[in-house]
């Protein structure tokens, strides 16, 4: 792949936190960012899940590149798939 076409990738970040009001859902949420189109990926997008932001990844049949956090607010199905995808993770410590 070249460097070049991998550096002007837009970065999608998918959090668990959301708004208690609003819980708007992903494809929603996406919507409004050019040239991202939900369809099982976003194509030419890199996908990076915080956490929990994982399991609402999945649920909207797209697949992270890599998951980032403590994983104390993932369940066991999430890292399951995580782990059967090869998805990339970097672990922090739960102490804050």
Known sequence: MDDNN???KTLII???WQEPETKTPI???LS???GVSLGGTLEGCHIACADGG???A???GLVPDIVIGD???LAPEPIAEIERRHIAVRV???EK
């Open 6 to 8: 991998n550096n002007n």
């Open 14 to 16: 998918i959090t668990s």
């Open 27 to 29: 494809a929603d949420s």
């Open 32 to 34: 409004g960012v050019s």
């Open 54 to 56: 994982c399991a609402y």
């Open 58 to 60: 999945f649920a909207e």
């Open 71 to 73: 994983f104390d607010s």
């Open 92 to 94: 922090h410590p739960k």
